[in-house]
């Protein structure tokens, strides 16, 4: 296997457990300020660790892009977790990692990455997938206000993407890139909890839950850092982004959240979508 399909399916692990577990810790009611800040009390350690024990602390220019995405990175991280309050994972998963999409326009225009005929038909099929997961949110009669969190936070991803391969373009390393975007999020974090003026939590899932999300969302983006320094982003992108399908199974599996045809449409049409790229 080609190490950015590898990497990218790292990521994909990572992240998919990492949204699952911000819909699964709603029921604690979590708070959008501790729960920033602790993630990201997870996040800046790991992310440091995972840099050394690469060897790739290292200063360069690009790392600019990395302290911008930390600006972006905490309000996207913000807005999944207001969306999954009131609205389905299986549901909102997927148009957050429709982003991917996003990120591959920008860079095909902005980066003149190649767009082939499989590429483009990949990219079709995984807007289906999303199409057909996210309708039901569309269609339902719930809180439209989790649809607009989620369609934001998918764009705010797409630019994250974006600016990753421009930093490592520049000659950020990738684990450096990730240090980088932590310490972006803890200047964010920081002042927002203050603000929130919640207190922190003490003990239960409430303490560990942001912590164990800080963990693996630092080694998702470590891992997808990687892959697009051996890649192209429209084929490591979108690859990394199709974690919804892992989210869905686990919401579906321990949430008992309700598998429709047009669900399972959509996970279809995603399998289909990572198998056009890790052969494109």
Do not use: H
């Amino acid at each position: 296997m080609a190490p950015e399909i590898l990497f990218a399916l790292l990521s994909l692990v990572f992240l998919g457990i990492s949204d699952f577990f911000y819909k699964w810790g709603q029921r604690w009611q979590l708070r959008g300020g501790p729960f920033m800040l602790l993630q990201n009390l997870a996040y800046l350690p790991t992310a440091f660790t995972l840099a050394y024990l690469r060897d790739e602390i290292v200063w360069s220019t690009g790392l600019w892009f990395g302290l911008l995405n930390g600006v972006l990175a905490f309000t996207a991280f913000l807005f999944v977790l207001l969306a999954l309050r009131r609205g389905e994972a299986v549901a909102l998963a997927p148009i957050v990692r429709l982003n991917f999409a996003v990120t591959a326009l920008l860079t095909i225009s902005l980066l003149g990455e190649e767009l082939t005929i499989t590429k483009a038909f990949a990219l079709l099929l995984a807007a289906f997938a999303v199409l057909a997961v996210g309708g039901s949110v569309i269609s339902a009669a719930g809180d439209r206000r989790s649809l607009w969190l989620a369609t934001g936070a998918m764009c705010l991803f797409g630019f994250i993407g974006l600016f990753y391969k421009l930093g490592l373009n520049a000659g950020a390393a990738p684990a450096a890139m990730t240090v980088a975007q932590s310490v972006g999020v803890f200047f964010i974090a920081l002042p927002f909890a203050i603000q929130q003026s919640d207190p922190l939590p003490r003990r239960g899932v409430p303490l560990w839950l942001p912590l164990v999300c800080g963990i693996l969302t630092s080694c998702s983006y470590v891992s997808f850092a990687v892959a697009m320094r051996y890649g192209d982003a429209i084929v490591v992108a979108p690859i990394a982004q199709l974690s919804f399908v892992l989210t869905g199974v686990l919401a579906i599996v321990v949430l008992k959240e309700q598998l429709t045809i047009r669900k399972g449409l959509g996970v279809v049409f995603a399998v289909l979508c990572v198998a056009l790229f890790a052969n494109a």
